[in-house]
T-cell receptor, first 111, second 117 residues
C-alpha cells in the first residue's frame, strides 16, 4: 500500500463546476499538507499549504485536512479552463525534509 | 517571491554524453535543494537531497556516481547525469526551501526535459 493514495483520473468537468480533489494517507505522523498544480511540461506550482487539521481558503481554492480520517481535499470553485492541469497532493512529517507525493489527478475543465 | 530557476529547459544529446542541469533560487537562499525525476503521467520521485557545503543524500536505488550533485552556494545546485543513456531520458525537476525555514514548503523549478538519443 502506498503511503499516499490519489486517484489519477482523468477528471473532466464543465466550466463553472465545483471540483473536488482528494488524497488519503496511511502515515498518521504527517503534519504538513500541500497541493501543487502542474501544467504540462512545467514544474509543480504551490497552491495551498496547511499544517495539521482544518480548512484554508485562498480565492477560489479551499484546502481541507481531516487527520482523524487521514484524508485531505482541495476544492476549486467556479472552475475555469485555465485550471486544467495535474494536481498533486504532498505531505511530510514535522522535522523531515522529504515530501511524499500522491500520483496526481489530471483535471480538464471544458468550456 | 520564492522563485526557482532551472536551466536548461530542454536537452537532446547523444548517448554517452554528460549533461549538467542547474537549479537556482533567485530571491532567497536555500541550504537545501531537492532533485526529482518524473516519468510521463507519473508523480515525482525524489532522487536526492542536496545540502549546501556537504555531500548529497541519495534515495535508495539512485546511483550517486551516475547522478552527481553539487551544491556549492546557497543559491545554486547542479545535477550532472554522467555518461547518459536512453534510459536516463526523463523530466528532471529541482526544488528549494528557504534557508532556516524548516517548516516552509518547497518551491519547484520548471524542470528539464532530457532526451538521450
Amino acid at each position: 500500500q502506498k503511503e499516499v493514495e490519489q486517484d489519477p483520473g482523468p477528471l473532466s468537468v464543465p466550466e463553472g463546476a465545483i471540483v473536488s480533489l482528494n488524497c488519503t494517507y496511511s502515515n498518521s505522523a504527517f503534519q504538513y499538507f500541500m497541493w501543487y498544480r502542474q501544467y504540462s511540461r512545467k514544474g509543480p506550482e504551490l497552491l495551498m499549504y496547511t499544517y495539521s487539521s482544518g480548512n484554508k481558503e485562498d480565492g477560489r481554492f479551499t484546502a481541507q485536512v481531516d487527520k482523524s480520517s487521514k484524508y485531505i481535499s482541495l476544492f476549486i470553485r467556479d472552475s475555469q479552463p485555465s485550471d486544467s492541469a495535474t494536481y498533486l497532493c504532498a505531505m511530510r512529517v514535522q522535522g523531515a525534509q522529504k515530501l511524499v507525493f500522491g500520483q496526481g489527478t489530471r483535471l480538464t475543465i471544458n468550456p | 517571491g520564492a522563485v526557482v530557476s532551472q536551466h536548461p529547459s530542454r536537452v537532446i544529446c547523444k548517448s554517452g554524453t554528460s549533461v549538467k542541469i542547474e537549479c537556482r533560487s533567485l530571491d532567497f537562499q536555500a541550504t537545501t535543494m531537492f532533485w526529482y525525476r518524473q516519468f510521463p503521467k507519473q508523480s515525482l520521485m525524489l532522487m536526492a537531497t542536496s545540502n549546501e557545503g556537504s555531500k548529497a543524500t541519495y534515495e535508495q536505488g539512485v546511483e550517486k556516481d551516475k547522478f552527481l550533485i553539487n551544491h556549492a552556494s546557497l543559491t545554486l545546485s547542479t545535477l550532472t547525469v554522467t555518461s547518459a543513456h536512453p534510459e536516463d531520458s526523463s523530466f528532471y525537476i529541482c526544488s528549494a526551501r528557504e534557508a532556516g525555514e524548516v517548516n516552509q514548503p518547497q518551491h519547484f523549478g520548471d524542470g528539464t526535459r532530457l532526451s538521450i538519443l
